[in-house]
């Protein structure tokens, strides 16, 4: 490895956010997983989290991808699966359980009655930004497990946007305000977890994976 991707490397684990992720409840279609995770990577997420798509969903042939199980990611990640982790919980409960022992707070993209426009949310705090399957969107156990629902306001004819565009917008409004509050000023990580993941990452770099 060069000098300049190992500094490369480290200037990107500077900024990486442990306080900020996103929960994929059975996000199916391997192009929409993969975008989440590429906007992911952009902001600064160090570890996503998923639940597969096998339980009472419409479609569930279609969503035996190997991409849902962490393995394997199509082209429109780019690079992004290297570089953000992924944790696959097995349910919605569990997953909500391990993110609320985090202290994380879950904000479901969500359209009802207690719904907020997505800019108002405070995304300073530990934060998880839920996001639904492509047709059906956030279980209602989800939604009531979340602790507020967002929305991105439409201006046009259709209702909401494509599940991996929300993502991206949700996740830069996030950015934006974690830039502004100085978060990504310094390395987040303790200095033990830099360095864990830093070893990670380099020996993936060195293996091509």
Not at 57 to 67: G, H, R, V
């Amino acid at each position: 490895m060069t000098p300049e991707r190992l500094a490369k490397i480290r200037a990107v684990l500077d900024k990486r956010q442990p306080d900020l992720t996103v929960l994929m409840e059975r996000v199916h279609k391997p192009h929409n997983f993969s975008a989440i995770l590429r906007s992911c990577d952009a902001v600064g997420v160090l570890q996503a989290h998923a639940i597969p798509a096998r339980y009472g969903i419409p479609d569930l042939e279609e969503a035996e991808s190997l991409a849902l199980k962490g393995k394997t990611f199509n082209e429109t990640s780019g690079s992004a699966a290297k570089w953000v982790g992924l944790q696959i919980h097995p349910d919605t409960a569990s997953a909500f359980a391990h993110l609320k022992s985090q202290g994380f707070q879950v904000l479901a993209a969500h359209f009802s009655e207690r719904a907020m426009d997505y800019r108002q949310a405070d995304y300073t705090r530990p934060t998880c930004i839920l996001l639904g399957t492509e047709k059906w969107g956030v279980s209602p156990e989800a939604a009531e497990l979340s602790d507020a629902h967002v929305i991105i306001p439409m201006m046009g004819m259709v209702q909401s946007l494509n599940v991996s565009v929300a993502a991206a917008v949700i996740l830069f409004e996030a950015q934006r305000q974690r830039l502004q509050a100085g978060l990504y000023d310094q390395p987040r990580l303790s200095s033990e977890h830099y360095a864990e993941v830093l070893e990670h990452w380099i020996i993936r770099h060195a293996r091509g994976q």
